[in-house]
């Protein structure tokens, strides 16, 4: 297995992996803006919203956190 190039997690298909980050637009999050407006605010919601929505934006916001991963002893990989 090979590493995604943008955030380091091993895949397949690497190329195919690091293009997803470049995504300009991930239709199936919109159902969420509602719920993510209510639960954390406007602002902190419509953040939140963005950046699942446009996949891009998450990348580019986010890049200096792009390879930290949260480990949990014990669980699966």
């Known amino acids: 297995m090979k590493a995604c190039i943008v955030c380091g997690e091993k895949?397949?298909?690497?190329?195919?992996?690091?293009?997803?980050?470049?995504?300009?637009?991930?239709?199936?999050?919109?159902?969420?803006?509602?719920?993510n407006i209510r639960a954390f605010g406007f602002w902190t919601g419509l953040k939140s919203a963005i950046t699942?929505?446009?996949?891009?934006?998450n990348t580019l916001w986010n890049w200096?956190?792009?390879k930290s991963r949260l480990i949990i002893p014990g669980a699966e990989p």
């Open 52 to 57: 699942l929505s446009f996949p891009i934006i």
């Open 11 to 35: 895949t397949d298909r690497p190329i195919a992996a690091a293009l997803r980050h470049f995504r300009l637009v991930d239709w199936g999050q919109w159902q969420y803006w509602p719920g």
């Open 64 to 66: 200096k956190y792009r």
